[in-house]
T-cell receptor, first 112, second 114 residues
Framework: SQTIHQWPATLVQPVGSPLSLECTVE??????LYWYRQAAGRGLQLLFY??????ISSEVPQNLSASRPQDRQFILSSKKLLLSDSGFYLC???????????FGSGTRLTVV | AQSVTQPDIHITVSEGASLELRCNYS??????LFWYVQSPGQGLQLLLK??????LVQGIKGFEAEFKRSQSSFNLRKPSVHWSDAAEYFC????????????FGPGTRLSVLP
Protein backbone atom coordinates (compact mmCIF):
# COMPACT_ATOMS: atom_id res chain seq x y z
CA SER A 1 0.00 0.00 0.00
CA GLN A 2 1.02 3.56 -0.56
CA THR A 3 2.25 5.66 2.32
CA ILE A 4 3.60 9.16 2.63
CA HIS A 5 6.15 10.22 5.21
CA GLN A 6 6.88 13.76 6.22
CA TRP A 7 9.41 14.99 8.76
CA PRO A 8 10.12 16.52 11.09
CA ALA A 9 6.75 16.84 12.78
CA THR A 10 7.67 20.08 14.52
CA LEU A 11 10.49 22.52 14.02
CA VAL A 12 11.51 25.76 15.70
CA GLN A 13 14.05 27.77 13.77
CA PRO A 14 15.53 31.25 14.22
CA VAL A 15 15.06 33.93 11.61
CA GLY A 16 17.74 33.75 8.96
CA SER A 17 18.47 30.06 9.43
CA PRO A 18 18.11 27.51 6.61
CA LEU A 19 15.26 25.05 6.25
CA SER A 20 14.89 21.58 4.83
CA LEU A 21 11.66 19.62 5.07
CA GLU A 22 11.51 16.20 3.51
CA CYS A 23 8.65 14.19 2.11
CA THR A 24 8.85 10.66 0.73
CA VAL A 25 6.24 8.39 -0.77
CA GLU A 26 6.29 4.62 -0.73
CA UNK A 27 4.42 2.05 -2.73
CA UNK A 28 3.95 4.03 -5.91
CA UNK A 29 6.00 5.34 -8.78
CA UNK A 30 5.96 8.63 -10.63
CA UNK A 31 3.57 10.36 -8.25
CA UNK A 32 2.59 13.99 -8.55
CA LEU A 33 3.91 15.66 -5.42
CA TYR A 34 2.76 18.84 -3.74
CA TRP A 35 3.78 21.19 -0.94
CA TYR A 36 1.03 23.18 0.75
CA ARG A 37 1.23 25.73 3.53
CA GLN A 38 -1.50 26.32 6.02
CA ALA A 39 -1.14 29.54 7.98
CA ALA A 40 -2.93 29.88 11.30
CA GLY A 41 -6.68 30.18 10.78
CA ARG A 42 -6.39 30.05 7.02
CA GLY A 43 -6.91 27.54 4.29
CA LEU A 44 -4.34 25.70 2.26
CA GLN A 45 -2.05 27.48 -0.12
CA LEU A 46 -0.30 25.50 -2.83
CA LEU A 47 3.40 26.32 -2.84
CA PHE A 48 4.98 23.88 -5.27
CA TYR A 49 4.11 20.84 -7.28
CA UNK A 50 6.18 18.36 -9.20
CA UNK A 51 5.23 15.90 -11.93
CA UNK A 52 8.64 14.24 -12.11
CA UNK A 53 12.27 14.23 -11.07
CA UNK A 54 13.76 17.69 -11.36
CA UNK A 55 10.44 19.20 -12.46
CA ILE A 56 9.20 21.88 -10.09
CA SER A 57 6.41 24.38 -10.57
CA SER A 58 5.97 27.26 -8.21
CA GLU A 59 2.54 28.68 -7.57
CA VAL A 60 3.47 31.76 -5.58
CA PRO A 61 6.65 33.83 -5.31
CA GLN A 62 8.21 33.40 -1.93
CA ASN A 63 11.23 32.76 0.17
CA LEU A 64 11.04 29.01 -0.32
CA SER A 65 12.21 26.56 -2.94
CA ALA A 66 11.53 22.93 -3.70
CA SER A 67 13.49 20.10 -5.23
CA ARG A 68 12.76 16.58 -6.36
CA PRO A 69 16.03 14.69 -6.44
CA GLN A 70 14.37 11.27 -6.65
CA ASP A 71 11.06 9.98 -7.96
CA ARG A 72 9.49 9.64 -4.54
CA GLN A 73 11.28 12.40 -2.65
CA PHE A 74 10.19 16.01 -2.44
CA ILE A 75 12.13 18.58 -0.42
CA LEU A 76 11.08 22.05 0.69
CA SER A 77 13.93 24.43 1.44
CA SER A 78 14.86 27.93 2.36
CA LYS A 79 18.26 29.60 2.61
CA LYS A 80 17.10 32.17 5.14
CA LEU A 81 13.85 31.84 7.02
CA LEU A 82 11.54 34.77 7.65
CA LEU A 83 9.05 35.16 10.46
CA SER A 84 6.30 34.96 7.87
CA ASP A 85 7.42 31.44 6.93
CA SER A 86 5.87 30.09 10.10
CA GLY A 87 3.00 27.74 9.46
CA PHE A 88 1.91 24.19 8.97
CA TYR A 89 3.44 22.56 5.90
CA LEU A 90 1.78 19.65 4.24
CA CYS A 91 3.13 17.33 1.62
CA UNK A 92 0.70 15.47 -0.61
CA UNK A 93 0.81 13.07 -3.51
CA UNK A 94 -1.51 11.98 -6.26
CA UNK A 95 -1.01 8.97 -8.46
CA UNK A 96 -1.50 8.89 -12.20
CA UNK A 97 -5.19 8.55 -12.97
CA UNK A 98 -6.22 9.35 -9.41
CA UNK A 99 -8.27 12.34 -8.50
CA UNK A 100 -7.72 12.80 -4.80
CA UNK A 101 -4.71 13.76 -2.77
CA UNK A 102 -3.15 11.80 0.04
CA PHE A 103 -1.60 14.06 2.61
CA GLY A 104 1.30 13.60 4.96
CA SER A 105 0.96 14.33 8.64
CA GLY A 106 2.43 17.81 8.32
CA THR A 107 5.29 19.82 9.81
CA ARG A 108 4.62 22.64 12.24
CA LEU A 109 7.29 25.28 11.58
CA THR A 110 7.76 28.15 13.99
CA VAL A 111 10.27 30.82 13.07
CA VAL A 112 11.43 32.84 16.05
CA ALA B 1 -10.95 30.89 -12.23
CA GLN B 2 -12.26 28.20 -10.02
CA SER B 3 -12.99 28.95 -6.40
CA VAL B 4 -14.47 27.36 -3.33
CA THR B 5 -16.29 29.06 -0.52
CA GLN B 6 -17.24 27.70 2.85
CA PRO B 7 -19.51 30.32 4.35
CA ASP B 8 -19.20 29.11 7.93
CA ILE B 9 -15.84 29.69 9.58
CA HIS B 10 -16.85 27.99 12.83
CA ILE B 11 -19.82 25.83 13.76
CA THR B 12 -20.72 24.46 17.17
CA VAL B 13 -23.15 21.59 17.58
CA SER B 14 -24.14 19.36 20.44
CA GLU B 15 -23.14 15.73 20.42
CA GLY B 16 -25.89 13.69 18.80
CA ALA B 17 -27.21 16.60 16.78
CA SER B 18 -27.23 16.63 13.01
CA LEU B 19 -24.62 18.52 11.03
CA GLU B 20 -24.45 20.25 7.69
CA LEU B 21 -21.34 22.03 6.45
CA ARG B 22 -21.79 24.19 3.42
CA CYS B 23 -19.60 24.34 0.35
CA ASN B 24 -20.14 26.35 -2.80
CA TYR B 25 -17.89 26.30 -5.80
CA SER B 26 -17.31 28.20 -8.97
CA UNK B 27 -16.07 26.12 -11.85
CA UNK B 28 -16.38 26.23 -15.60
CA UNK B 29 -16.77 22.52 -16.20
CA UNK B 30 -18.05 19.52 -14.31
CA UNK B 31 -16.03 19.56 -11.15
CA UNK B 32 -14.54 16.83 -9.10
CA LEU B 33 -15.45 17.60 -5.51
CA PHE B 34 -13.90 16.50 -2.26
CA TRP B 35 -14.28 16.85 1.47
CA TYR B 36 -11.26 16.50 3.72
CA VAL B 37 -11.04 16.49 7.50
CA GLN B 38 -8.09 17.71 9.53
CA SER B 39 -7.70 16.93 13.21
CA PRO B 40 -5.56 19.40 15.20
CA GLY B 41 -1.90 19.18 14.27
CA GLN B 42 -2.52 16.48 11.69
CA GLY B 43 -2.61 16.13 7.95
CA LEU B 44 -5.78 15.99 5.90
CA GLN B 45 -7.83 12.85 5.48
CA LEU B 46 -10.19 12.31 2.58
CA LEU B 47 -13.79 11.87 3.74
CA LEU B 48 -15.51 11.46 0.39
CA LYS B 49 -15.39 12.50 -3.23
CA UNK B 50 -17.74 13.06 -6.15
CA UNK B 51 -16.84 12.51 -9.77
CA UNK B 52 -20.08 11.61 -11.51
CA UNK B 53 -23.20 9.52 -11.16
CA UNK B 54 -25.30 9.46 -8.02
CA UNK B 55 -25.27 12.95 -6.57
CA LEU B 56 -25.44 11.66 -3.00
CA VAL B 57 -22.11 10.19 -2.01
CA GLN B 58 -21.27 8.28 1.10
CA GLY B 59 -17.98 8.66 2.86
CA ILE B 60 -16.13 7.40 5.87
CA LYS B 61 -17.10 8.03 9.48
CA GLY B 62 -20.80 8.25 8.64
CA PHE B 63 -20.52 11.37 6.49
CA GLU B 64 -22.35 11.99 3.24
CA ALA B 65 -22.46 14.84 0.78
CA GLU B 66 -24.85 15.88 -1.94
CA PHE B 67 -23.84 17.48 -5.21
CA LYS B 68 -26.37 20.03 -6.45
CA ARG B 69 -25.33 21.38 -9.80
CA SER B 70 -28.09 24.01 -9.91
CA GLN B 71 -26.85 25.48 -6.65
CA SER B 72 -23.14 24.87 -7.26
CA SER B 73 -23.03 23.26 -3.87
CA PHE B 74 -21.55 20.17 -2.26
CA ASN B 75 -22.70 20.21 1.34
CA LEU B 76 -21.42 17.72 3.88
CA ARG B 77 -23.86 16.11 6.30
CA LYS B 78 -23.92 13.76 9.21
CA PRO B 79 -27.11 12.71 11.01
CA SER B 80 -25.59 12.41 14.48
CA VAL B 81 -22.33 14.08 15.44
CA HIS B 82 -19.83 12.43 17.77
CA TRP B 83 -17.36 14.31 19.96
CA SER B 84 -14.53 12.84 17.89
CA ASP B 85 -15.85 14.71 14.83
CA ALA B 86 -14.49 17.97 16.21
CA ALA B 87 -11.97 19.04 13.58
CA GLU B 88 -11.52 21.33 10.62
CA TYR B 89 -13.26 20.43 7.39
CA PHE B 90 -12.12 21.47 3.94
CA CYS B 91 -14.04 21.35 0.70
CA UNK B 92 -12.00 21.15 -2.50
CA UNK B 93 -12.67 21.27 -6.21
CA UNK B 94 -10.47 19.99 -8.97
CA UNK B 95 -10.31 18.68 -12.47
CA UNK B 96 -7.80 16.11 -13.50
CA UNK B 97 -7.37 17.93 -16.77
CA UNK B 98 -6.85 21.28 -15.13
CA UNK B 99 -3.28 21.94 -14.22
CA UNK B 100 -2.03 19.89 -11.37
CA UNK B 101 -3.68 21.28 -8.31
CA UNK B 102 -6.97 21.53 -6.57
CA UNK B 103 -8.53 24.56 -4.99
CA PHE B 104 -9.38 24.27 -1.33
CA GLY B 105 -11.96 26.22 0.57
CA PRO B 106 -10.89 28.16 3.66
CA GLY B 107 -12.20 25.49 5.98
CA THR B 108 -14.91 25.21 8.63
CA ARG B 109 -13.97 24.47 12.19
CA LEU B 110 -16.40 22.19 13.96
CA SER B 111 -16.73 22.19 17.73
CA VAL B 112 -18.85 19.57 19.48
CA LEU B 113 -20.47 20.21 22.84
CA PRO B 114 -20.91 17.28 25.21
Amino acid sequence: SQTIHQWPATLVQPVGSPLSLECTVEGTSNPNLYWYRQAAGRGLQLLFYSVGIGQISSEVPQNLSASRPQDRQFILSSKKLLLSDSGFYLCAWRGTGQYGYTFGSGTRLTVV
Amino acid sequence: AQSVTQPDIHITVSEGASLELRCNYSYGATPYLFWYVQSPGQGLQLLLKYFSGDTLVQGIKGFEAEFKRSQSSFNLRKPSVHWSDAAEYFCAVGDYNYGQNFVFGPGTRLSVLP
